[in-house]
């Protein structure tokens, strides 16, 4: 029987009194004291609701706390960990870029440099945050792009005949400007020669999340209805604003733009038709089709493929011979739908892009209709206006985010840390490696190629040490050097950041695949792997609690981001991870037969996860895509098993505590280390979210919603059944068990 709520009430109060400075050494049986621990208990217990039965349900039992105390802000659309230590990160953003800030970095190899990188940071910032100067310009900037679109792409309602010159031209100058339409090139590894860079082609060009939603009445007629307000304040009368910062506007539309927003919605919804299934995009295999560019001409004839890349190449570069299409149907169908439309509402369509796209960077009254979609789509109010200073720090880490986050790993990223997950990851690679040769279902020779992969995967940690090298402050100005930011031209900023990104993704084509640089900026809270590189990162934003701490027990720390380095880790070998070899070239090196039982094995996950549910804001309950879904579920799965089965293993081969650090927490004396183990994997998933944005994430998201990466990985794991005890055909301990790594 669960304890009562009123102990573990005693409990935090426990946890929290006893703070001292901890002994040097403490053994298995010992209570830690310090300051550390008693926080890290107390969190634990605050987030329980411990009157739950944990072999009934798991994600109550660890998170029932957290779900009554905590509420979701009024302008998120879901609140969980992952949220909470990215705000708190956001804070430590905010500290470096605000105007009356003067942090120092603890090792400076270019003071002049250095200086030029803050205030390069503090221009980008206080631009953002200059919102009378942004509703001085009002509409102006947008209406500048759209006068380009209508001059490339002239069009009236009585045209019949699409201009190729005039639509290939138009398509390229977005793709200059960053900007996708339903065709959109791109740079990315070759998978079949993952040393060098490949031009590809894919699909896209859809203003809602995705082409379920066009089969949604209420969410199109929100749609439809904003994308007809955006043309009348863009292109129609506008708005008289004496003061810029009302967010309560009425918008009367002409007839015109009625009938525009009509057009463009429903040559969406054609779009959405002809898409090709989110889960087919995610194969690897299909998505890689290589084609000259005659053959792309074949497809879709009404697009001059050959200008485009033209265009938007660099100058002097060669045309490719061989460009991938990621989805040859999609392009040959797209050539019937642009026969079929009116050039004018081909026009209107990407005027709209321009406008969705841009209006995002004008004063608030402008940007009023596409919070009423946002909020159909997210569940937040149209009527709340998040701080404007969280705006800004997004847009800093987004668009400077190593600058700052040099600054940022020199606040935060400090003592061991790097090398106490360093060594996490080996121990977690060795027990990996002893597990290949006794899963019965994989034969000799598939075995010894996975063998080669696991030693073969490079781990990144903390930061990126190659273009740029956050560590150089010299190095990260050099990089961004030809992103110029203006402190009064935020707009500006936003345009010439889009144009300088998609230069530099061009300019890459000719250069080897740089296998050192990490993707994601040191304050993100998250991880990845890459299949083409063979590698796993995890940026210092993640490096904290609930996650990690150097000074936790190591059941807490191996529980958080030791599953989370097993979940990434495993990628390398789920359903399309494991297309890749030891050096990241996709190349089957499966035999048939282990394919056939890996494929078995799968479906296990399809079914158990595609008969999870979540409830929308109409009270019906959606299944969960197993399908789509599978990569992740997978990869918690075996993160969950592996890193139980590295702790365990360190944790019984030291009982007295003496080489590594199991010691006990305050107040959670009653619970055992591979309790706290389970209950420490499941808190970073602790979270509540809004039924509009848990349907978004159910048909976009490869992930499962929260709760079903808690419960789903602990139905399927023998250890947490034995740690707590549950009876068999329990609601965590079902009979059928779903395994594959």
């Given at each position: 029987m669960a304890p009562s709520k009123m102990y573990w009430l005693m409990a935090i109060g426990m946890a929290l009194q006893v703070v001292h400075a901890a002994p040097s050494t403490l053994g298995n049986n010992d209570v830690c004291t310090s300051s550390q621990c008693a926080q890290t208990a107390a969190s634990i217990i605050r987030d329980m609701n411990p009157t739950v039965d944990p072999c009934e349900d798991f994600s109550a039992y660890t998170c029932g706390g957290f779900w009554e105390r905590e509420e979701i802000p009024a302008d998120k659309e879901s609140i969980g960990y992952f949220r909470i230590v990215a705000d708190q990160n956001n804070h430590v953003i905010r500290s470096i870029v605000s105007p009356e800030s003067d942090p120092q970095l603890e090792v400076i190899d270019d003071k002049i440099a250095a200086g030029r990188n803050l205030q390069k940071l503090k221009d980008l910032y206080a631009s953002c945050m200059d919102e009378e100067q942004i509703a001085k310009v009002g509409r102006q900037p947008v209406v500048d792009q759209l006068k380009t679109i209508l001059d490339l792409f002239p069009a009236t309602a009585t045209d019949t005949t699409l201009d190729r010159m005039a639509l290939s031209t138009t398509l390229a100058h977005l793709n200059r400007i960053g900007l996708d339409s339903f065709s959109s090139f791109g740079v990315s590894t070759d998978v079949k020669d993952p040393t060098r860079h490949l031009m590809d082609l894919s699909e896209g060009g859809l203003g809602l999340p995705s082409k379920e939603y066009y089969l949604d009445e209420r969410i199109t007629t929100v749609y439809q209805t904003t994308v007809a307000r955006m043309f009348e304040l863009m292109q129609g009368k506008g708005l008289e604003i004496n003061n810029g910062t009302s967010t309560k506007i009425e918008v009367?539309?002409?007839?015109?733009?009625?009938?525009?927003?009509?057009?463009?919605?429903?040559?969406?919804?054609?779009?959405?038709?002809?898409a090709t299934d989110r889960t087919e995009r995610r194969d690897p295999e299909k998505s890689y089709n290589p084609r000259t560019l005659d053959q792309i001409r074949a497809m879709t004839p009404s697009i001059d493929w050959r200008l485009i890349v033209q265009i938007i190449l660099p100058e002097k570069a060669d045309i490719p011979d061989i460009i991938v299409v990621n989805s040859p149907g999609f392009q040959e169908r797209l050539e019937g739908l642009l026969q079929k439309t009116s050039p004018k509402t081909i026009q209107n369509y990407i005027s709209w892009i321009v406008i969705r796209e841009f209006a995002g960077s004008l004063n608030l009254p402008y940007r009023q209709p596409l919070r009423a979609l946002n909020a159909a789509l997210s569940g937040v109010s149209a009527d709340v206006v998040p701080d404007r200073w969280k705006t800004c720090v997004a847009v800093v880490n987004s668009q400077l985010g190593d600058m700052a986050g040099q600054y940022f790993i020199s606040d935060l990223f400090k003592g061991n840390s790097r090398t106490q997950v360093r060594d996490m990851i080996e121990s977690l690679r060795?027990?990996?490696?002893?597990?290949?040769?006794?899963?019965?279902?994989?034969?000799?020779?598939?075995?010894?190629?996975?063998?080669?992969?696991?030693?073969?995967?490079?781990?990144?940690?903390?930061?990126?040490?190659?273009?740029?090298?956050?560590?150089?402050?010299?190095?990260?100005?050099?990089?961004?050097?030809?992103?110029?930011?203006?402190?009064?031209?935020?707009?500006?900023?936003?345009?010439?950041?889009?144009?300088?990104?998609?230069?530099?993704?061009?300019?890459?084509?000719?250069?080897?695949?740089?296998?050192k640089k990490m993707h994601m900026s040191p304050q993100t809270v998250n991880a990845y792997y890459s299949p083409t590189e063979n590698q796993i990162v995890f940026p210092a934003g993640i490096l904290q609690p609930p996650f990690f701490h150097v000074e936790n027990p190591e059941y807490i720390n191996?529980?958080?981001?030791?599953?989370?380095?097993?979940?990434?880790?495993?990628?390398?070998?789920?359903?399309?991870?494991?297309?890749?070899?030891?050096?990241?070239?996709?190349?089957?090196?499966?035999?048939?037969?282990?394919?056939?039982?890996?494929?078995?094995?799968?479906?296990?996950?399809?079914?158990?996860y595609g008969n999870f549910t979540v409830k929308g804001s109409d009270g019906k309950d959606y299944n969960v895509n197993g399908q789509l879904t599978l990569g992740e579920n997978i990869a918690d799965n075996g993160g969950l098993k592996q890193s139980f089965d590295t702790w365990r293993g360190r944790y019984n081969s030291d009982p007295a505590g003496r080489r590594y650090n199991n010691y006990q927490l305050p107040g959670l004396e009653g619970l055992t280390a591979e309790q706290l183990f389970f209950i420490s994997f499941a808190r970073p998933w602790c979270s509540k979210q809004r039924p509009e944005s848990a349907i978004r994430q159910m048909r976009t998201d490869p992930h499962s919603p929260a709760k079903w990466?808690?419960?789903?990985?602990?139905q399927n794991s023998v250890g947490f059944a034995e740690a707590f005890k549950c009876k068999a055909k329990a609601p965590m301990n079902p009979d059928k068990k779903c395994d594959l790594w």
């Open positions: 009367v539309v002409s007839s015109e733009w009625e009938e525009a927003a009509k057009g463009v919605v429903a040559f969406e919804k054609l779009l959405a038709g002809i060795e027990t990996y490696l002893k597990s290949f040769p006794n899963l019965n279902w994989l034969d000799d020779a598939t075995t010894k190629g996975a063998i080669k992969k696991m030693e073969a995967i490079v781990q990144l940690t903390g930061f990126s040490t190659n273009s740029p090298n956050v560590g150089s402050s010299k190095n990260v100005e050099v990089y961004y050097q030809d992103y110029k930011v203006d402190p009064k031209d935020y707009f500006g900023n936003q345009l010439r950041v889009n144009v300088w990104g998609a230069e530099k993704y061009f300019n890459e084509l000719d250069k080897p695949v740089n296998k191996w529980g958080g981001i030791g599953v989370v380095a097993g979940h990434e880790i495993t990628h390398g070998f789920d359903n399309k991870g494991h297309q890749f070899d030891a050096l990241g070239r996709l190349a089957n090196w499966w035999s048939n037969s282990t394919t056939e039982a890996f494929n078995k094995k799968a479906q296990c996950f399809i079914d158990q990466r808690i419960n789903g990985a602990v």
